[in-house]
T-cell receptor
Framework: GAGVSQSPRYKVAKRGQDVALRCDPI?????LFWYQQALGQGPEFLTY????????KSGLPSDRFFAERPEGSVSTLKIQRTQQEDSAVYLC??????????????FGNGTRLTVT | SQELEQSPQSLIVQEGKNLTINCTSS?????LYWYKQKYGEGLIFLMM?????EEKSHEKITAKLDEKKQQSSLHITASQPSHAGIYLC???????????FGKGTRLHILP
């Protein structure tokens, strides 16, 4: 596709529900990142894939958060037993090369998650 | 861990005026990135700086990285309504491939 696509655009979940957020990166992009952006804040790093390998998951806030990219393309971020503090915009970004310094990140428009 | 502080947090300027946004790092900057975010949307890449003293321009936006590589500034000349949005600086951690971001500067342009 022309850009990074994220779905759904908006998600409302009741506390305790599980959610799955999808990211379709730009075709051929090697690296894929997930960020969490709370209202009025900058994006916070969650996790990073190079092809299908999850190289860094140091930013995942708890074991309720899980991300996968099984075929090195589409990625899913899953949040189990959602809590109100999980309410945020979840941004996905991809880049063509493995080193971000050699190719910029392209961001999707995000999924706005509201936990009630 | 590296932290990025942006100033000001918010800025309101009259259309046609110049403005500057600053980004200060707690550690040496190896790759410094400027992104723009429109409300409710994703981030759009503006520029990347690597070398001390480097300066890059795109249309009316100029970004500089100071010689000591711990501070960057973004300067907009003759601001227009289309410049309104959130400007974010980001940095990679030299050996890391993840980018960490500052909290952003919210720019409003008055017609």
């Amino acid at each position: 596709g022309a850009g990074v696509s994220q779905s759904p655009r908006y998600k409302v979940a009741k506390r305790g529900q599980d959610v799955a957020l999808r990211c379709d990166p730009i075709s051929g992009h090697v690296s894929l990142f997930w960020y969490q952006q709370a209202l009025g804040q900058g994006p916070e790093f969650l996790t990073y894939f190079q092809n299908e390998a999850q190289l860094d998951k140091s930013g995942l806030p708890s074991d309720r958060f899980f991300a996968e990219r099984p075929e090195g393309s589409v990625s899913t971020l899953k949040i189990q037993r959602t809590q109100q503090e999980d309410s945020a915009v979840y941004l996905c970004a991809s880049s063509f090369l493995a080193r971000v310094r050699n190719s910029p990140l392209h961001f999707g428009n995000g999924t706005r998650l509201t936990v009630t | 861990s590296q932290e990025l502080e942006q100033s000001p947090q918010s800025l309101i300027v009259q259309e046609g005026k110049n403005l500057t946004i600053n980004c200060t790092s707690s550690k040496t900057l190896y790759g410094l990135y400027w992104y723009k975010q429109k409300y409710g949307e994703g981030l759009i890449f503006l520029m990347m700086l690597q070398k001390g003293g480097e300066e890059k321009s795109h249309e009316k936006i100029t970004a500089k990285l100071d010689e000591k590589k711990q501070q960057s500034s973004l300067h907009i000349t003759a601001s227009q309504p289309s410049h309104a949005g959130i400007y974010l600086c980001g940095a990679d951690g030299n050996r890391d491939d993840k980018i960490i971001f500052g909290k952003g500067t919210r720019l409003h342009i008055l017609p």
